[in-house]
């Protein structure tokens, strides 16, 4: 593209945010009457590049996103002790959206034989951008209605730090070994079919994904018994040779939870991480706390010749922060 390159650069970003940038940085703290110091701190934290007091890189959609904040902090919803992590949370999310999103843009340009950059990315940016973000708040607000949903459901859960829930990994088994024999389309395709297979499930059974970490996925779920149904169904289709869902391994604890930022943490989520590594290929390794819950529902379901599952005891787990982690093997009563 040559010289026309900076033009084509700022056509699309004005395109992209609305308006041609016109401001600097320091006019834009001016404007929304915030520190100049706050808000390059916050810039920083959503992974914005850096820029010096004198470029015009701002709009005035900048003015109003930092007055916002402000008032966001203002009225508690992003109080200090967490304001950081949050808003590097949202820079995190946005940033890997935004690239993908990109990414699609130019390789739909491609794919209709236009250039990958320049006017025609700019003509398919507006046809579809619209789109995109209308589908975007879409999205949101619906997670947002079913978290709200979930939250209301226990009351308890509006101001405890700490949630009762069941976490389950689900590990391929093999992974570096089959990534070596896939090209890069084949291992993308491969391990969306995994993700998205295992989400479908998790969702189906009133869980809630946490993340997908390449070759694992985490989820969690207040019934133990239903993370147990997930982790049997998707060990037992990669037991089946004639089923392209991958082979994998499964751990579950059932315990106290600390939720953060859409993450989760404490000894109940990392107890689970131990139980998977442990696990054999085709299995699924449960803790005391899934034990014990799913012992006193057979109880109370009518006792163990009534049981879908069958519970076989293995060796403790020696690993760091635990003593002899105890561990059960839980198959499908079906299976035998």
């Given at each position: 593209m040559g010289e026309a390159a900076p033009e084509v650069s700022r056509t699309l970003g004005a395109l992209l945010l609305g308006e041609v940038p016109s401001l600097t940085r320091v006019e834009v703290a001016e404007r929304a009457g915030v520190p100049l110091d706050l808000a390059v701190t916050l810039w920083h934290q959503l992974g914005f590049p850096h820029r010096a007091d004198d470029d015009v890189a701002f709009a005035e959609s900048d003015v109003e996103a930092l007055r916002l904040s402000a008032e966001l902090v203002q009225i508690g919803i992003l109080p200090p002790e967490s304001q950081a992590a949050l808003v590097r949370t949202w820079g995190r999310s946005f940033a890997r959206l935004a690239e993908w999103q990109t990414t699609l843009l130019a390789g739909r340009a491609a794919a209709d034989g236009g250039p990958t950059t320049g006017a025609g990315l700019t003509e398919l940016a507006n046809d579809v951008l619209p789109r995109v973000e209308a589908l975007q708040s879409y999205v949101w607000r619906r997670h947002l209605a079913s978290a709200a949903e979930h939250l209301l459901e226990d009351a308890s859960t509006l101001t405890a730090a700490e949630s009762q829930l069941a976490v389950c990994f689900v590990d391929i088994v093999g992974y570096t070994t089959r990534s070596r024999s896939l090209d890069g389309a084949e291992l993308v395709q491969w391990v969306d079919g995994f993700e998205h297979d295992t989400t479908a499930l998790v969702v189906d059974h009133g869980g809630q994904v946490i993340k997908t970490i390449g070759d694992e996925v985490l989820f969690t779920?207040?019934?133990?018994?239903?993370?147990?149904?997930?982790?049997?169904?998707?060990?037992s289709r990669g037991a089946d040779e004639a089923d392209p869902f991958p082979a994998v391994r499964a751990g579950i604890a059932h315990g106290s939870v600390v939720r953060r930022l859409g993450d989760v943490f404490g000894s109940t989520v990392n107890a689970a991480s131990r139980l998977t590594s442990a696990a054999r290929p085709g299995s699924v390794l449960v803790d005391a706390g899934v034990h014990r819950a799913l012992s006193e529902q057979d109880e109370r379901d009518g006792g163990d010749d009534e049981a879908?599952?069958?519970?076989?005891r293995a060796r403790r787990i020696s690993a760091k922060g635990f003593d002899h982690l105890e561990a059960w093997r839980v198959r499908s009563r079906s299976a035998d």
């Open positions: 779920v207040a019934d133990p018994a239903a993370a147990v149904e997930v982790a049997l169904e998707v060990t879908p599952w069958r519970f076989r």
